[in-house]
DNA sequence: CTTATTGCCATTTTT
DNA sequence: TGGCAATAAG
């Protein structure tokens, strides 16, 4: 058993998967079998080492990882896995507060829900208006981030510190928020990790009884865990001490949610005896790939350098392209695509195209349409975000737990059935003014005991409360009988009328029946489901997000070009990569210029686009870009000249022959004139710009790279007679003079690329 | 209560 | 450019 675990393995990975006891952290590069590390780490731990199943929790980030860890696991072990515990954090968490409700603060119990961002920021939006805040200069969804970040970083209310306007009305809106959950006894997705760590951290009972279970706990993507993430499984890991951490720093690209690649660093301290081991061989490929991610990577600081190395010698050289404008990049991308098909034998499926934003995703889909070209993009509506879903997944939350009111509030009078917002807010006054609650409210306005609105809508109202009273007693027997959730369903469905309502919402036929359809696979999950209690189901549907029941037609999916972000595509690989619109201002991103931890961020996503390639990697960037309604020139992203130019081929520079002179002027001359056309400068980096003598050449001096030591440096505030004060966002060398750009605090003009020798700029201090 | 209009905003998003 | 959400009018 342990020759045929161990065998197919290389000896890094087979470190790792045979470690003994005690802390092991294993940095694992891009294609170098981290899931296997993994799943043979289960197998060994259970068929070499005798742990049980049930001693071994192994935590994820996302539902997919946790199925495919756990098939894999169970066909190593012949089946044998029963009791292991394989999950993402949420979803553990949801288990633990749900099965210790007992100790969960007064107000929740057990038939919890779990809000998702929707329904945040619909609850955010009463809390704002309750507090007589602009919703324009402090949005709900703004306020909401600062909240999550707290939580993410265990900040209770009364610990949160503001540091300025905008966190001291989050630090006002935070404790209200919360209030409000709980008066709706709900949690949102932040507080299932927060309240499990607060209650693994202050119960001893609870603690120790998930410490002992936990003999061996196993983390993927360690790199994306935020502070209470990594606190929950240090605290889990806490008697037993094995903990087996799995991640790649170079890969972390989700800082935006509180995700913090120091955990890497600060793991080892944590636990200075811990095993490290780095996994560098690479399987998926080509040298040159690898060798023109590394070029990218190698350039951030603060982590551990790896030296990735494949079996596949050479390749093919990365392409880069420059096309005239993003109409002609997704032409281009196409009939590469084709051109790969029928030269190479590729098919569409083994082709993706990637980009750092999803609004690029729309010409290139206008060039696959255009063509007849299959593709799929991935992202977009998830099924549970789809509004007859929604509606409905609202209506059963409302029956498990009627003082929901956000789902309430979403059904009352969903389909229209007479109940405005006059009503609406009348009830809640009544419901909060008896203070009995909105279960007990409903069952009297049901039975026509108490009536709190009068005519027309009061009877509207009566009869909704009925509907739910009497749906739960379909939920809820009484006797211990398990209610089959389809029953429920199909009564709910049939007593609202939902399909006849369907028209009304829809704006042509073929949505009625992508609706029905969607309608019919909720339908489906539910039967598949029927046996789980009610609250269970919710939690499962609110902690599945992804799953995606309908089948989209046939085999056009099964076989086509994937567009996708660069988000979406960690953990992915295909033999073909397109990475298009690699351009300063979207890759790296223009939010991330003046932030250097940002700006590191971007670089690794560039890095993760890079390395999902198996074969062939094509960079592309237009001369010029509509983008949100404006076509704007465009710069090469200046990670392209970090590639060594031996490793490219194209990157066409047709304007590369024009004389220093004609670029200054081009870069110029929108300086001085027509406001009206703000960040129309800087053609001449595009003119400069050579990657393939980039590196022979003077770096410093002839490429777009962010220069020390230049006059103005981000960050900085200046005031220009002109445009007003800004922030310097990006200065860099041009010529014999120093490109500074800025953003203005006037919108009007917005970001601006100037020369500072003609600008007339003062730094303020 | 529904419908039309306007105005604003636009990275990324595993749960 | 276009999609959405708040607002005004039918």
């Known amino acids: 058993?342990?020759?045929?675990?161990?065998?197919?393995?290389?000896?890094?990975?087979?470190?790792?998967?045979?470690?003994?006891?005690?802390?092991?952290?294993?940095?694992?590069?891009?294609?170098?079998?981290?899931?296997?590390?993994?799943?043979?780490?289960?197998?060994?731990?259970?068929?070499?080492?005798?742990?049980?199943?049930?001693?071994?929790?192994?935590?994820?980030?996302?539902?997919?990882?946790?199925?495919?860890?756990?098939?894999?696991?169970?066909?190593?072990?012949?089946?044998?896995?029963?009791?292991l515990q394989i999950g993402t954090f949420h979803s553990i968490c949801a288990r633990i507060l749900r099965i210790e409700a007992d100790h969960l603060p007064s107000g929740y119990g057990r038939d919890y829900v779990i809000y998702d961002s929707d329904d945040q920021t619909a609850l955010m939006k009463t809390v704002v208006a309750e507090m007589r805040i602009d919703p324009k200069k402090f949005s709900p969804g703004r306020i909401l981030n600062g909240i999550s970040g707290a939580k993410n970083e265990l900040i209770t209310p009364a610990e949160y510190a503001s540091s300025d306007y905008f966190t001291e009305i989050v630090k006002r809106a935070y404790p209200i928020y919360q209030e409000r959950l709980r008066n709706n006894n709900a949690l949102d997705f932040d507080d299932l990790l927060m309240m499990t760590v607060t209650m693994l951290r202050d119960d001893e009972i609870v603690r120790q009884k998930y410490q002992r279970r936990s003999e061996h706990v196993l983390i993927d993507e360690f790199q994306d865990t935020n502070t209470a993430q990594y606190k929950l499984i240090r605290l889990l890991g806490g008697y037993h001490g094995n903990l087996f951490a799995v991640g790649d720093e170079d890969q972390s690209i989700y800082a935006f949610r509180g995700a913090d690649y120091r955990n890497v660093q600060q793991f080892r301290k944590d636990y200075p005896e811990a095993r490290v081991i780095l996994l560098e061989q690479n399987y998926r490929s080509t040298q040159i790939v690898l060798d023109a991610a590394r070029s990218i990577i190698d350039k951030n600081k603060n982590r551990t350098p790896k030296q990735l190395f494949t079996d596949k010698e050479g390749g093919s050289l990365v392409t880069v392209h420059e096309a005239y404008s993003e109409g002609e990049e997704g032409e281009w991308?196409?009939?590469?695509?084709?051109?790969?098909?029928?030269?190479?034998?590729?098919?569409?499926?083994?082709?993706?195209?990637?980009?750092?934003?999803?609004?690029?995703?729309?010409?290139?889909?206008?060039?696959?349409?255009a063509t007849g070209v299959p593709y799929r993009i991935v992202g977009g509506v998830s099924f549970y975000q789809r509004r007859e879903i929604r509606d409905l997944v609202a209506y059963l939350?409302?029956?498990?737990?009627?003082?929901?009111?956000?789902?309430?509030?979403?059904?009352?009078?969903?389909?229209?059935?007479?109940?405005?917002?006059?009503?609406?807010?009348t009830f809640h006054d009544w419901v909060a003014a008896r203070g009995r609650g909105y279960l007990e409210a409903l069952e009297a306005i049901a039975n026509g005991t108490l009536i709190p609105v009068t005519?027309?809508?009061?009877?509207?109202?009566?009869?909704?409360?009925?509907?739910?009273?009497?749906?739960?007693?379909?939920?809820?027997?009484?006797?211990?009988?398990?209610?089959?959730?389809?029953?429920?369903?199909?009564?709910?469905?049939?007593?609202?009328?939902?399909?006849?309502?369907l028209p009304e919402i829809s704006t042509t036929?073929?949505?009625?029946?992508?609706?029905?359809?969607?309608?019919?696979?909720?339908?489906?999950?539910?039967?598949?489901?029927?046996?789980?209690?009610?609250?269970?189901?919710?939690?499962?549907?609110?902690?599945?997000?992804?799953?995606?029941?309908?089948?989209?037609?046939?085999?056009?999916?099964?076989?086509?070009?994937?567009?996708?972000?660069?988000?979406?595509?960690?953990g992915l690989e295909y033999p073909v990569v397109f990475i298009a619109g690699v351009e300063d201002g979207l890759l790296p991103h223009s939010r991330s210029f003046a932030d250097a931890d940002e700006m590191a961020e971007e670089r690794r996503l560039m890095y993760v686009g890079l390395t999902r390639a198996r074969d062939h990697l094509f960079l592309s960037?237009?001369?010029?870009?509509?983008?949100?309604?404006?076509?704007?020139?465009?710069?090469?992203?200046?990670?392209?000249?970090?590639?060594?130019?031996?490793?490219?081929?194209?990157?066409?520079?047709?304007?590369?022959?024009?004389?220093?002179?004609?670029?200054?002027?081009?870069?110029?001359?929108?300086?001085?004139?027509?406001?009206?056309?703000?960040?129309?400068?800087?053609?001449?980096?595009?003119?400069?710009?050579?990657?393939?003598?980039?590196?022979?050449?003077d770096r410093a001096a002839s490429l777009p790279t962010p220069t020390p030591g230049l006059k103005y440096k981000p960050g900085m505030h200046v005031y220009h007679p002109k445009f007003g004060t800004g922030i310097v966002v990006d200065s860099r060398r041009s010529g014999s003079d120093e490109e500074v750009s800025v953003r203005f605090e006037d919108k009007q003009f917005g970001l601006k690329r100037l020369m500072a020798e003609f600008a007339n700029m003062r730094i303020i201090p």
């Open 1 to 83: 058993m342990a020759a045929d675990l161990l065998s197919g393995l290389n000896p890094a990975q087979r470190d790792a998967v045979s470690a003994g006891t005690g802390a092991v952290l294993v940095l694992a590069g891009p294609g170098s079998g981290k899931t296997r590390v993994l799943t043979h780490r289960i197998a060994y731990l259970i068929g070499e080492m005798g742990i049980p199943p049930r001693g071994i929790m192994a935590v994820t980030f996302t539902n997919k990882a946790a199925a495919e860890m756990r098939s894999r696991a169970e066909s190593l072990l012949d089946g044998h896995i029963d009791g």
């Open 333 to 369: 991308v196409v009939e590469r695509v084709r051109a790969l098909m029928r030269r190479q034998g590729y098919s569409y499926r083994d082709i993706a195209v990637m980009y750092r934003i999803n609004a690029l995703s729309r010409t290139l889909e206008d060039a696959f349409k």
């Open 397 to 425: 939350r409302v029956i498990n737990n009627p003082i929901d009111t956000i789902s309430l509030n979403r059904i009352i009078n969903t389909p229209t059935r007479g109940i405005g917002d006059k009503t609406v807010t």
């Open 455 to 501: 005519g027309r809508s009061g009877k509207a109202l009566a009869e909704f409360a009925s509907l739910i009273i009497d749906l739960r007693k379909i939920a809820f027997p009484g006797d211990d009988t398990p209610t089959d959730l389809t029953v429920l369903f199909d009564e709910l469905t049939a007593r609202i009328r939902y399909v006849a309502y």
């Open 509 to 570: 036929p073929e949505q009625v029946q992508e609706r029905l359809e969607n309608i019919q696979a909720l339908r489906g999950l539910v039967s598949s489901k029927k046996d789980l209690r009610l609250d269970d189901f919710l939690a499962d549907v609110s902690l599945n997000t992804e799953a995606e029941p309908v089948e989209e037609s046939g085999e056009q999916i099964a076989n086509s070009v994937t567009l996708l972000t660069l988000h979406a595509a960690k």
């Open 621 to 697: 960037y237009a001369f010029r870009r509509s983008l949100y309604g404006e076509s704007i020139p465009s710069i090469p992203s200046r990670f392209l000249a970090d590639i060594p130019a031996h490793l490219t081929e194209g990157a066409s520079l047709k304007v590369r022959h024009m004389t220093e002179r004609e670029a200054y002027k081009e870069a110029t001359r929108w300086d001085s004139d027509t406001p009206s056309r703000p960040a129309q400068t800087g053609r001449a980096k595009i003119f400069e710009f050579d990657s393939r003598a980039a590196a022979s050449k």
